[in-house]
């Protein structure tokens, strides 16, 4: 190859990897070495009917890593042709043994501080190590959660995979909530017999995470007697379960395991 060929070859391979970079590079954003886009979505029309309600928040350094997505989304955008996401599968299966007979032609997505949030009852938040909190966010989530909302924290874990891991989430939820106690949940808990009666957490798959899934919530003016305001799955991705149960991927008693607590958490969110 001669020289001049040669500066020509490389002329035109940077040309292709700048066009690439500015062409991903307006789809999303930078965090550090992680690229990543914002998935596309449309809320659906409040109807009175259960909705899966799934929060969105500004994503901290490292959280577009997995295919891109901002934390936020896990389990929201398929990511195969077979796949299917977690609040959809997980809609299916409570519409179908049950009486509450939620939306499962669409869920919606809303920021903390959105007011039509204040609408949904229960709404749900992946990956919290790389949640981001504003003041104007946790005033407007303290107000929610005040006034009868419950809130699932799920899919996070300590560094390095999760982010800040629980430090960061319990920094974020001592703005919102300044009192709270952080206790651990006990398989007596009324949460886990709405339903599905859920006798020990021993029998909870884990998807990825070592050990057991550490289960933890918070109750309205740190009273047992009181209702549950956020229940918090951590070092575990229970939701995981919901995504690919129909890929075969998971033993259909794994993948019943994880609906038994998601079916529990939103008939709980709905009646207390």
């Given amino acids: ?147 009868g909302g419950f809130v699932i924290f799920d899919d996070f874990r300590e560094p390095p995979r999760g982010g800040g891991g629980w430090y960061q989430f319990e920094t974020n939820m001592r703005k919102i909530l300044p009192g709270a106690q952080i206790v651990d949940m006990k398989p007596d808990d009324q949460i886990f017999h709405v339903f599905f009666d859920i006798n020990s957490f021993n029998i909870l798959p884990q998807a990825y995470d070592g050990g057991l899934p550490i289960l933890r919530g918070i109750y309205e003016n740190n009273d047992p007697s009181r209702r549950l305001m956020a229940m918090i799955n951590f070092n575990t991705d229970i939701s995981d379960f919901w995504e690919f149960s129909n890929t075969g991927m998971y033993a259909v008693n794994q993948a019943n395991e994880g609906y038994e607590l998601g079916v529990n958490y939103m008939i709980y969110g709905l009646t207390h």
């Fill in 1 to 147: 190859m001669s020289r001049r060929t040669w500066r020509v070859a490389v002329t035109c391979a940077l040309l292709t990897v700048g066009l690439a970079a500015v062409t991903f590079a307006q789809r999303g954003r930078f965090f550090g070495m992680n690229m990543g886009y914002e998935p596309s979505y449309q809320n659906v029309k409040y109807d009175g009917r259960f909705t899966f309600v799934r929060l969105k928040y500004t994503v901290g350094p490292g959280g577009y890593y997995y295919h891109g997505m901002p934390s936020w989304a896990h389990g929201f955008v398929p990511i195969g042709p077979s796949d299917d996401m977690a609040e959809r599968s997980l809609m299916k299966i409570l519409d179908a043994i049950s009486s509450v007979h939620p939306r499962t032609d669409g869920s919606n997505v809303f920021a903390l501080d959105d007011p039509e949030l204040f609408k949904y009852p229960v709404c749900y938040m992946t990956e919290a190590g790389f949640w981001e909190l504003s003041d104007k966010e946790a005033a407007a989530f303290r107000a929610y959660l005040e006034k």
